[in-house]
């Protein structure tokens, strides 16, 4: 079993509607989340960065955090042709030396 | 502007060559990585280095080598041991100390072999 699980997609949304995504994890000791989005040949570039459980809200884009189930979802509002990306999940620990560890993206399509 | 330059975009290498990948960051980070990325997957860690002088392997380091003499500069020498080297490489930075652990990337090399 992966550490991260995510489900690979595609995810094909109208445009308009909200884009829900998530990510399992099995390492209690994650405390830090981040979402990064990438397009087609492109590198990732940070979305939202979340400590421990809670929301935060950026703009059309909500990141959640449910430590206690070990689940994180990231949900994007009012969604455009321009969001559709590949959506990768990045966790880690607190000690500074800690690696990041991925999952393996969910592409999405936004449908005009 | 502040950023991580990868250089080339794209590289074409023939049975049996080794070629280096370069990665320079002017962001003054302490921390950088190498990423590999294969169609449809996510990212695997190929090597990371905290400080010049030291890097560590990551979890596919077989067929990899890297250096670490500068702050600002992680090249990455893919050797002909690497058995299927075609995919996308990253590169990443990031500044040990602040709270939290993002990372920022640069955008990629494709390398194929030919």
């Known amino acids: 079993q992966k550490e991260v699980e995510q489900d690979p997609g595609p995810l094909s949304v109208p445009e308009g509607a909200i884009v829900s995504l998530n990510c399992t994890y099995s390492n209690s000791a994650f405390q830090y989340f981040m979402w990064y989005r990438q397009y087609s040949r492109k590198g990732p570039e940070l979305l939202m960065y979340?400590?421990?459980?809670g929301n935060k809200e950026d703009g059309r884009f909500t990141a959640q955090v449910d430590k206690s189930s070990k689940y994180i979802s990231l949900f994007i509002r009012d969604s455009q042709p321009s969001d559709s990306a590949t959506y990768l999940c990045?966790?880690?620990?607190?000690?500074?030396?800690?690696?990041?560890?991925f999952g393996g993206g969910t592409r999405v399509l936004v449908k005009p | 502007d502040g950023g991580i330059t990868q250089s080339p975009k794209y590289l074409f290498r023939k049975e049996g060559q080794n070629v280096t990948l370069s990665c320079e960051q002017n962001l003054n980070h302490d921390a950088m990585y190498w990423y590999r990325q294969d169609p449809g997957q996510g990212l695997r860690l190929i090597y990371y280095s905290q400080i010049v002088n030291d890097f560590q392997k990551g979890d596919i380091a077989e067929g990899y080598s890297v250096s670490r003499e500068k702050k600002e500069s992680f090249p990455l020498t893919v050797t002909s041991a690497q058995k299927n080297p075609t995919a996308f490489y990253l590169c990443?930075?990031?500044?040990?100390?602040?709270?939290?652990?993002?990372?920022?990337f640069g955008e990629g090399s494709w390398l194929t072999v030919v």
């Open positions: 979340t400590y421990s459980s």
């Open positions: 990443a930075s990031r500044s040990v100390g602040q709270s939290g652990n993002t990372i920022y």
């Open positions: 990045a966790m880690s620990g607190t000690a500074a030396g800690n690696k990041l560890t």
